[in-house]
């Protein structure tokens, strides 16, 4: 698995969920499971396979979470710097408007709140790029255009 970008605080709500799903949820699975065991037979219990299926959701986003959060980069800000990178703020322009975004990994972003991944076609346009720079992007609405005016 390659690097998994997070923010701290996203880092910390992917090792609660995990520790969620560990206890808590594996526990009511096999509530779950034992009690469609009593009913009987199991090739005609439609809580049994039900329990089952949702045990093998369960354990896939164990196995998820345990691959990101053991692949974690955190993402520190990256202060004053010339150039856009994972962690930087910026502050754009696209025609008369004024846009402030914070460059994550995807499992951060949050792009109605101005936190846009790395990977999406805007951040892969301002990666590496410096203030004053225009900057196009194709974007699923169409082609885009910004000036970059300030790198925090």
Excluded: C, W
């Amino acid at each position: 698995m390659t690097r998994v970008y997070l923010t701290k605080e996203r880092l910390a709500e992917l090792k609660n969920e995990l520790a969620d799903l560990k206890t808590r949820a594996r526990k009511e699975i096999a509530e779950r499971l034992e009690q469609a065991k009593e009913m009987g037979d199991l090739s005609e219990n439609s809580e049994f396979v039900s329990a089952r299926e949702d045990q093998v959701l369960l354990e896939r986003r164990v196995g998820q979470l345990e691959d990101m959060v053991r692949e974690a980069a955190l993402i520190h800000k990256s202060g004053q710097s010339q150039v856009i990178k994972i962690g930087s703020t910026i502050k754009v322009q696209r025609g008369n408007r004024f846009f402030t975004y914070t460059i994550v990994g995807p499992q951060d972003s949050k792009p109605n709140q101005g936190l846009i991944s790395y990977e999406s076609p805007l951040g892969k346009a301002f990666l590496g790029k410096k203030a004053d720079e225009t900057v196009k992007a194709e974007t699923p609405s169409g082609s885009v255009e910004y000036v970059i005016i300030k790198i925090e």
